[in-house]
Structures are given as structure tokens and as C-alpha cells.
């Protein structure tokens, strides 16, 4: 876990360095409780554009909006996968007084912190919040202005499912952003599990969009499966990433489903507009019910489902057993 925590220090120390530029002007937080008439204003910050992520800011907003009906109001940034669109956005948020900020990834939770110490704060779509952080993984509750629920399938369920599919198959790529925090947490994490399993396991690490398109070559030349976990650069890019695994017929499991839809043969995957729901109550019970965010304890996936792609599936040659569920 020490490399994920550095990791995790640099990406927030980053941000943090970046958000000394927005100017900011925190309010006290108030122990009253909440105007019973009272219009809140949600500030939702979205790291890109793209199925999973959108998914949990409908969910989020939905859950909102059941409970509160008129009385809540949403200003939403898409920050198409820039950090310091993520930081401009948060500090707008609190400016404005907004009464919590939606955090919906790693990097516009990192952004969020790191400009704000009262404004609540609820993350979805965060492989592990306390790492995000800087904290020690195991610690169930931040005791900050920070809570949310992961989006972290088991990497013991994921490797199973891959062993289930291809047992006699030898050699996995695993294939990821390094700069992508949640994803790097993933990608080697489900290692050494793979490996115990008995294959040969290679990480196939990239930095960007630009070097995508090489390392997934090499990932397909070198596997007989590839991995990738739920990232972010993969999903913004997974046209590239098909056109190659399809060229080279090896197949691809993930751990998101939109994914898998654009790129994927199999996948076990939570479903992001439950997340955003669950997360959007949690809102509900900070800014209604006056909950302390810092005590909220981080919530998880209440179920992953096995899902595939049969187009794909067929024409890889991939037999699924009928327990798992198509993606239209």
C-alpha cells in the first residue's frame, strides 16, 4: 500500500499546488439546522464525459431530486479530463456558497479537498477514497468534510471471473493509466491475485492518449487476455483500444461496464447509477438531517453482476455461462 499512497500524495499534492491559484472564500460552517424552506444548491464537478460517469451523476441527481423535489438546484461542470478544470469548478462551487460539491471521480474529489475544509463533500466513481486522500486504505470514515461511496469490485471476484471464462490461457496483460490514481490502485492490486492463480501477468502502464495506441499493441502481441480496470483514459479511448484487441482477436474483461461495451468481451461490474443514488442520499442526509460527512462511513457497491458482450464473445470464440447478463 506504500505505493499507493505516495501516489496518492503526489496526485493530491499536485492539485493542491494548482489550487493555491483559485482564489476561495471559505463560509463557517453552521451547526444550525436547515431551513425547512430552504432551496440547496449542489455544485456537481465530473472528471469527462463518458458512460460510468455519467451514470452516477444521473443517479446522484435523481436521488436528490425524489427527496427534495423544487428545493434543490445543481450547477454541474464537465471537466473533460482536465485537472485544473476540476479546480476552477470546486472553487467556483465554493465562492458561490454552494451547500455541497459532488465529486464525481478521483481527480474532482482531490480538487475539491483541496480547496475546501467546510464545504461537504460527497465522491462517487473513486476506487478508494481514503487513498485519494492520502490516508491509510483501511480507514472506513475520513472525519473531514469528505465522504462517498467506491466503486472498487472485489480484485479476488474480478480475477475469478477471468480464471472462470479463460483457465487455460497463460498470460495477462494488464493495461492502464499510471497517472489515473484509482486505476493504477486496480491494475496492481489484481497482480498478484492473477498470479496466484497461475498466469504470467504483465503490466502494460501508459501515461496518456498518445502512448495508448503502443501499449495496447504490446499488450495484444505479448497476452492471451488483457485486463483493465476502471480508468478513465482507457474509457475516453476505448474505440483505439477495440480496433487493435479486435485486429488481434484477444479478448478484453473489465471492471466497468461501459467499458466493456465499447471495448470489452466480459466484465463484472457495479451499476454507477445506484452508486450516484446511494451517494445522493448520503447528501440528502448531510444537508437535510445535518449528518457529519466526517462520520458518514464510505459505502460500497451493493452488488456486481457478470455482463458480456455477445457480439464480441462470438466472435472470439468466448463461452459465458448463461448466469451472466448481455449489454445490449
Same mark, same amino acid.
Given at each position: 500500500?506504500?505505493?499507493?499512497?505516495?501516489?496518492?500524495? =503526489?496526485?493530491? @499534492?499536485? !492539485?493542491?499546488?494548482? +489550487?493555491? &491559484?483559485?482564489?476561495? *472564500?471559505?463560509?463557517?460552517?453552521?451547526?444550525? /439546522?436547515?431551513?425547512?424552506?430552504?432551496?440547496?444548491?449542489?455544485?456537481?464537478?465530473?472528471?469527462?464525459?463518458?458512460?460510468?460517469?455519467?451514470?452516477?451523476?444521473?443517479?446522484?441527481?435523481?436521488?436528490?431530486?425524489?427527496?427534495?423535489?423544487?428545493?434543490?438546484?445543481?450547477?454541474?461542470?464537465?471537466?473533460?479530463?482536465?485537472?485544473?478544470?476540476?479546480?476552477? =469548478?470546486?472553487? @467556483?462551487? !465554493?465562492?458561490?456558497? +454552494?451547500? &455541497?460539491?459532488?465529486? *464525481?471521480?478521483?481527480?474532482?474529489?482531490?480538487? /475539491?479537498?483541496?480547496?475546501?475544509?467546510?464545504?461537504?463533500?460527497?465522491?462517487?466513481?473513486?476506487?478508494?477514497?481514503?487513498?485519494?486522500?492520502?490516508?491509510?486504505?483501511?480507514?472506513?470514515?475520513?472525519?473531514?468534510?469528505?465522504?462517498?461511496?467506491?466503486?472498487?469490485?472485489?480484485?479476488?471476484?474480478?480475477?475469478?471471473?477471468?480464471?472462470?471464462?479463460?483457465?487455460?490461457?497463460?498470460?495477462?496483460?494488464?493495461?492502464?493509466?499510471?497517472?489515473?490514481?484509482?486505476?493504477?490502485?486496480?491494475?496492481?492490486?489484481?497482480?498478484?491475485?492473477?498470479?496466484?492463480?497461475?498466469?504470467?501477468?504483465?503490466?502494460?502502464?501508459?501515461?496518456?492518449?498518445?502512448?495508448?495506441?503502443?501499449?495496447?499493441?504490446?499488450?495484444?502481441?505479448?497476452?492471451?487476455?488483457?485486463?483493465?480496470?476502471?480508468?478513465?483514459?482507457?474509457?475516453?479511448?476505448?474505440?483505439?483500444?477495440?480496433?487493435?484487441?479486435?485486429?488481434?482477436?484477444?479478448?478484453?474483461?473489465?471492471?466497468?461496464?461501459?467499458?466493456?461495451?465499447?471495448?470489452?468481451?466480459?466484465?463484472?461490474?457495479?451499476?454507477?447509477?445506484?452508486?450516484?443514488?446511494?451517494?445522493?442520499?448520503?447528501?440528502?442526509?448531510?444537508?437535510?438531517?445535518?449528518?457529519?460527512?466526517?462520520?458518514?462511513?464510505?459505502?460500497?457497491?451493493?452488488?456486481?453482476?457478470?455482463?458480456?458482450?455477445?457480439?464480441?464473445?462470438?466472435?472470439?470464440?468466448?463461452?459465458?455461462?448463461?448466469?451472466?447478463?448481455?449489454?445490449?
Amino acid at each position: 500500500m506504500k505505493v499507493f499512497r505516495k501516489a496518492a500524495a =503526489a496526485a493530491l @499534492a499536485a !492539485v493542491m499546488t494548482a +489550487a493555491v &491559484l483559485v482564489g476561495c *472564500n471559505e463560509q463557517p460552517a453552521t451547526s444550525s /439546522a436547515p431551513d425547512s424552506s430552504k432551496v440547496f444548491n449542489v455544485g456537481i464537478c465530473q472528471y469527462a464525459d463518458h458512460a460510468a460517469l455519467n451514470k452516477a451523476s444521473e443517479g446522484f441527481k435523481k436521488a436528490l431530486s425524489d427527496k427534495l423535489g423544487n428545493r434543490i438546484t445543481f450547477t454541474e461542470t464537465n471537466a473533460a479530463a482536465d485537472t485544473n478544470a476540476c479546480i476552477t =469548478a470546486c472553487g @467556483a462551487f !465554493v465562492e458561490k456558497n +454552494a451547500d &455541497l460539491i459532488f465529486a *464525481n471521480g478521483t481527480i474532482p474529489l482531490q480538487a /475539491a479537498y483541496a480547496v475546501t475544509a467546510e464545504t461537504p463533500i460527497v465522491a462517487a466513481s473513486v476506487t478508494d477514497i481514503a487513498v485519494a486522500l492520502g490516508f491509510e486504505s483501511d480507514i472506513t470514515a475520513t472525519g473531514l468534510n469528505v465522504t462517498g461511496v467506491t466503486d472498487m469490485v472485489p480484485l479476488k471476484d474480478q480475477a475469478d471471473m477471468l480464471h472462470e471464462l479463460f483457465p487455460d490461457e497463460k498470460k495477462v496483460g494488464v493495461l492502464y493509466c499510471s497517472e489515473d490514481l484509482g486505476s493504477t490502485v486496480q491494475a496492481q492490486g489484481i497482480v498478484p491475485v492473477l498470479t496466484d492463480l497461475g498466469y504470467e501477468v504483465k503490466e502494460y502502464a501508459f501515461k496518456n492518449a498518445d502512448e495508448l495506441e503502443a501499449k495496447t499493441k504490446a499488450a495484444c502481441k505479448s497476452s492471451d487476455v488483457i485486463y483493465i480496470p476502471a480508468d478513465n483514459a482507457a474509457a475516453l479511448n476505448a474505440s483505439v483500444i477495440d480496433k487493435i484487441a479486435s485486429d488481434k482477436k484477444v479478448p478484453i474483461v473489465t471492471a466497468e461496464e461501459g467499458l466493456c461495451a465499447d471495448c470489452g468481451a466480459v466484465t463484472l461490474t457495479p451499476d454507477y447509477s445506484e452508486m450516484g443514488y446511494a451517494a445522493g442520499e448520503m447528501a440528502y442526509d448531510i444537508l437535510l438531517l445535518g449528518s457529519d460527512p466526517g462520520t458518514m462511513k464510505f459505502k460500497t457497491p451493493d452488488k456486481v453482476v457478470k455482463k458480456y458482450v455477445p457480439e464480441r464473445c462470438e466472435k472470439l470464440g468466448v463461452s459465458v455461462p448463461d448466469s451472466y447478463v448481455k449489454i445490449e
